[in-house]
């Protein structure tokens, strides 16, 4: 996709993807979350989570496009098999827009050295099987698929979203967590990333629609 006629320069693509999988309910947000509301190790566990992140998707962009470098149909497929589970993904987002959920993380304990608070962020980023499919396969094969002048600014707009969630739950924690409790809040966020995530399935499509 070129900058100069594609619908979303590189940069933009890859921050509005990685946000759209990384905004969700689950362990590794409620962990940050609870680091951010105890005021405990929060710039270590951000850190870690960002950098974490980075790498898988500098892994996952890099090795995908020189596996895919002289496979245009292996491509094509991919492309086609990402905007798929996009559009799925993006359903399901709707789905759960229309549900009540909301995020808790729970405030209290013994105080954790960084070295343990560190491990579990490890064991939450590392040991979730969703990273390896979200962050090294599919953004991966999304990155791939830009010329190798701007692969470089989706890696980088794709980590920049990651840095920027992570910071805003667990500098923002106490500001954000009164309104990730309310369900509407998540509501409305989930409505967003579906609409988001068609429209990124519907550019794969038309992607590979207009050829490589």
Known sequence: MNVSTGFLPAFVQGLVLSLGL???????????????LRREH?????????????????????????????????????????????????????RRARQVNHLQAADGGAPMALGAALAQAAAFTLLNPHVYLDTVLLVGSIGAQQPDRLQGWFVAGASTASLAWFT?????????????????????????????????????????????
């Open 42 to 94: 929060v710039v270590p566990v951000v850190l870690f989570c960002a950098v974490a992140d980075a790498l898988l998707i500098t892994a996952g962009v890099l090795g995908m496009a020189q596996a895919l470098g002289d496979r245009p149909l292996l491509a094509q497929a991919l492309a086609l098999g990402g905007a798929l589970f996009l559009a799925h993904y993006g359903w399901q987002a709707l």
């Open 22 to 36: 990384i905004v969700a309910i689950g362990a590794q947000n409620a962990f940050v979350l609870r680091q951010g």
């Open 168 to 212: 805003a739950l667990g500098v923002g924690a106490r500001w954000l967590a009164p309104v990730f409790a309310r369900p509407r809040a998540w509501q409305v966020l989930d409505g967003l990333i579906g609409l988001t995530m068609w429209v990124l399935a519907a550019l794969l499509v038309r992607h590979v629609w207009t050829g490589f």
